[in-house]
């Protein structure tokens, strides 16, 4: 089964800050692009930030300069160092990929279950 963990969230203080963590497990051949999208109480999910295979970085103007996206090809894992952290970043945070290929030739597209950050003011 090919899925996505991730880990880290938590609550911390308004301009405190978060790592969190999203590994792909499974038979996997190839992740394209990889992402975070979040969801507050309420409200539509939006996207925080993606990047591609090679590492080119695209962020939501509202993170742009706090949080950075970065990942580990060969661990097949994907992070997001959240800094300067504000009480309007408090969401359920999920990690996204719209295209894995699978060993078994399938391509498919996964999310992961969720991790919380709430920042307290």
């Known amino acids: 089964q090919v899925q996505l963990v991730e880990s880290g969230g938590g609550l911390v203080q308004a301009g405190g800050s978060l790592r969190l963590s999203c590994a792909a497990s499974?038979?996997?051949?190839?992740?394209?692009?990889m992402g975070w999208y979040r969801q507050a109480p309420g409200k539509q999910r939006e996207l925080v930030a993606t990047?591609?295979?090679?590492?080119?970085?695209n962020y939501a103007d509202s993170v742009k300069g706090r949080f950075t996206i970065s990942r580990d090809n060969a661990k097949n894992t994907v992070y997001l160092q959240m800094n300067s952290l504000k009480p309007e970043d408090t969401a359920e945070y999920y990690c996204?990929?719209?295209?894995?290929?699978?060993?078994?030739?399938?391509?498919?597209?996964?999310w992961g279950q969720g991790t919380l950050v709430t920042v307290s003011s």
């Open positions: 996204h990929t719209p295209q894995v290929l699978t060993t078994a030739w399938r391509y498919l597209e996964l």
């Open positions: 499974g038979n996997i051949f190839s992740i394209k692009a």
């Open positions: 990047i591609t295979s090679s590492g080119s970085p």
